[in-house]
T-cell receptor
Framework: NAGVMQNPRHLVRRRGQEARLRCSPM?????VYWYRQLPEEGLKFMVY????????ESGMPKERFSAEFPKEGPSILRIQQVVRGDSAAYFC?????????????FGPGTRLTVT | GEDVEQSLFLSVREGDSSVINCTYT??????LYWYKQEPGAGLQLLTY?????DMKQDQRLTVLLNKKDKHLSLRIADTQTGDSAIYFC???????????FGKGTRLSVIA
């Protein structure tokens, strides 16, 4: 059973460009979470999605950031018009539906650098 | 708002026990977790404990929970150099809810 997959692992964008980060949850997992880790900090929750639904986006900046988890394909975190402050590691986690729904497993992360 | 606090650094000698401490503020936390992060890597779920437990043991790892003081600890017995990493404490209100993380404790193991 493959773990949570994220790509790309490293992404470099110039200020003003768009960044698209992808996350494929573990097989059988229907819940996806995105977290951001700034240098020397813990992870901060951004958004929680199920297939075709945003459940909780309370941690997502109001401007420039969006997320989706379509019926088919990976979850996408999209950052428009990136700024230097968006440079961080972005982690995706997934959890199953049902009895073990409290187990969140993390992907390797995408390290975004904005130049 | 909700907060999780950890000391930032811990240094131990190889073979000794390590104890990493964490305090949290949300008394309604139902699940408490320990994750390990090695340099440049994602987070590895090490262990977790339910709030109705006060101890959980898993091989070299022992988790202690003092719910009254909202204090969680992770003890690693016979610490090895491969245990050098950042350890994050996290809590959650219920299943399928976002985790709230501490800033992480950087464990250095001296050979």
């Amino acid at each position: 059973n493959a773990g949570v997959m994220q790509n790309p692992r490293h992404l470099v964008r110039r200020r003003g460009q768009e960044a698209r980060l992808r996350c494929s949850p573990m097989k059988g997992h229907s819940h996806v979470y995105w977290y951001r880790q700034l240098p020397e900090e813990g992870l901060k929750f951004m958004v929680y999605l199920q297939k075709e639904n945003i459940i909780d986006e309370s941690g997502m900046p109001k401007e420039r950031f969006s997320a989706e988890f379509p019926k088919e394909g990976p979850s996408i975190l999209r950052i428009q018009q990136v700024v230097r402050g968006d440079s961080a590691a972005y982690f995706c986690a997934s959890s199953p539906k049902g009895r073990a729904d409290y187990e969140q497993y993390f992907g390797p992360g995408t390290r975004l650098t904005v130049t | 708002g909700e907060d999780v606090e950890q000391s930032l650094f811990l240094s131990v000698r190889e073979g000794d026990s390590s104890v990493i401490n964490c305090t949290y503020t949300d008394s309604s936390s139902t699940y408490l977790y320990w994750y390990k992060q090695e340099p440049g890597a994602g987070l590895q779920l090490l262990t977790y404990i339910f709030s109705n437990m006060d101890m959980k043991q898993d091989q070299r790892l022992t988790v202690l929970l003092n719910k009254k003081d909202k204090h969680l600890s992770l003890r690693i017995a016979d610490t090895q150099t491969g245990d050098s990493a950042i350890y994050f404490c996290a809590d959650a209100f219920s299943g399928n809810t976002p985790l709230v993380f501490g800033k992480g404790t950087r464990l250095s193991v001296i050979a």
